[in-house]
């Protein structure tokens, strides 16, 4: 299940005329932030143009991986795991948490040495990672034995059911006296003497010292109308659900050309691994040179299109009034058709890998929005120029597993608390300061 801009408003809460910090984006970062604020005594407001969890933040495969994670992001999400672990016991809700494990599976001999090369970097934080061989591959994934040469896996990573999780989290934020205000797109910031004073909401000002930006795909927009360059691309990336399938493997697995995960409703969130686009506008002109690196990197994952809407995405709209209609209150719900080719691509792949759901329906297929960077990690600092207003966006296909881990960091961030993990990777400045983009694993 997907939120949309028909999805009900359940998040209303009066505006405070103040409050200790405001948050843009009700996703999963944004969420968890506002969570690890109110848990430290900091009143809270987090503000969604359109609904929480209502883009990337229900749409996404629901994978809570630690495997092949970039190294800086590894110690957060660890503690993000044991996060989600926690909060499956502690919220009143069930957000399908549970720890089914990651598998990649490998066709070939250079598949299985590239995977190899990771498991240094599991063995430095004691992850469970290890290799296994076509057998014990077979053993796993009850379909098609004989194809693999062997995978890599870790028995404890997990899973939970995104579009349950993160509203679930949201209720909890306002049972500890958080505010969540649904369709309140906030327009801007505003400044005094250098220092953040407040925000300009289209339901009126709230005055706040801290604002922490965890708009997804929009956050380049948001900081080009203060005058804040963020070098971040956006990438559809569709998905679909089958019916109630045989349980051919209970956690998540790419195999080959598509990727699977058991979901709680007896069927599987199906993804395939060729078919993430990216549409041509000016920004992907603008930021060419600083994506090249992961745009070589990806060449085989990510298709450049053209597409409708070309003119638009030419001419964006980068500044307004605080007076004026801005470009997040005229499109909710950032909602893309889902790509026909990708949702061929999946059947395919299921054929071919997963024979025994080959003929199982889709129930459902939706796509999704990916905010990127040029180096595939997440930015998570404050901005320099602005005092008072924190970045935590770019979480680049993989933030949902993270997204308490991203949460805790923000909160302590924006608290002026001591830093729990090295965050030099996720500092803004890299982009300007003359760092080379050094790609992370990819989306
Ligand atoms: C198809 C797909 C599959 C994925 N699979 C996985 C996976 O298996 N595991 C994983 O870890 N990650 C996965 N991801 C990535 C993950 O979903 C994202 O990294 C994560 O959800 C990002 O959360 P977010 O809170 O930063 O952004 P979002 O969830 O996109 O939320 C941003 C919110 O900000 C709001 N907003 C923006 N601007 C404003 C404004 N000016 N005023 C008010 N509100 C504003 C938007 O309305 C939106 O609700 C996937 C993503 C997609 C699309």
Redesign the pocket.
Known sequence: MIFSEQSPVTFADELPDAVDVVV???????ISTAWYLVQSGASVLV?????V?????S???????QQARDPAELPIVIDSINQWERLSRELDEDIGFTRRGVLYAAASDDELAAHEKWLDTAAQHQLDTHMLSGAQVDELIKDKPGQWRGGMYTPSDGRAE?FKAVPALARAVRRRGGRIRES???RSLDMQGGLTAGVVTELGYVKTQAVVC?????STL?LANLGVTLPQLTVR?T?ARTAVAPDVYGGNAALGEVAIRRRQDGGYTV?SSSTNEHFIGADSFRFFTKFLPALSASVRFIRLRFGDGLVERMLPTRRWRDDEITP?EERR?LNPAPSPRAVAAMRKGLARRVPQLADIPFAESW?????VTPDVVPVMDEVADVSGLFL??G?????????PGAGRVMADLVLGKPAVHDLSRFRFSRFADGSPMLPGPGL
């Open positions: 843009i984006g009700g996703g999963v970062i944004g503000c969604d143009k359109g609904r969890a209502g883009e990337q933040s749409r996404n495969w629901g994978w809570i991986r995104p309140c797109a906030v965890a708009g997804g795909a929009w948001f990336a998905v993804a997040f719900v796509a999704g929005m990916i905010d935590a966006t979480f680049s296909g993989h933030g949902f597993g993270i997204g």
